[in-house]
């Protein structure tokens, strides 16, 4: 009851700093360009899609539990994470660099 | 946020003739060098894992047993699988410079010298996740 419509409302939350992130702030998207911002330490933050493989999504929750980065499990699949971030194509996962005027990075964290 | 490449770390190789083998990363060019424009590191590891050595055995198959064939390479990060152990061994002198890949004969001796203090290593029963292979 409060528990789900405060989920509603944190995928709202998460959508528009993603918003404001493509607007202000670096990323970069897909499964190489993440594992590669996770090797050279410049990924804030790690969103992943719902229907991520499995073992792809262990893989970078391991390149993020090494380099100390959080990772978020976005509620939703690659295709809404596409549309969330304004792109007409699909994305199963994306890496911050640098969240912008975005508090993303601040808030992120307390939600999970 | 926190790099993880480092010196000392055990990472599985991923490409290539040593693919499933574990190495430790002895030396990181975290830009790349004139001839390979990519991040990349000098690894030391196992081409050849020591066999069980089990109590029965007499210390000549112990001897035999524990011996170990070592490789050195030059690996691109995208072919490498970090873990998250590490092993610190000092392999800086053995594998300083890139010097030690540049003739064979440089090569030799390094894997030779790497090979000694990884059997050392082996030896005293410290890092055994390392020395044993990973099974897939």
Known sequence: ?112 | MVKFLKPGKAVILLQGRFAGRKAVIVRVFEEGTRDRPYGHCLVAGLAKYPKKVIRKDSAKKTAKKSRVKCFIKLVNFTHLMPTRYTLDVDLKDVAAGTDALSTRDKKVAACKAAKARLEERFKTGKNRWFFTKLRF
């Open chain 1, 1 to 112: 009851m409060v528990a789900s419509k405060k989920t509603k409302k944190s995928t709202d939350n998460i959508n528009n700093k993603l918003q404001l992130v493509m607007k202000s702030g670096k990323y970069t998207l897909g499964y190489k360009t993440v594992l590669r911002t996770l090797r050279n330490s410049k990924s804030k933050l790690v969103i992943i899609s719902n229907n991520c493989p499995p073992l792809r999504k262990s893989e970078i929750e391991y390149y993020a539990m090494l380099a100390k980065v959080t990772v978020h499990h976005f509620h939703g699949n690659n295709v809404d994470l596409g549309t969330a971030c304004g792109k007409y194509f699909r994305v199963c996962c994306l890496s911050i660099i640098d969240p912008g005027d975005s508090d993303i990075i601040k808030t992120t964290p307390g939600d999970q």
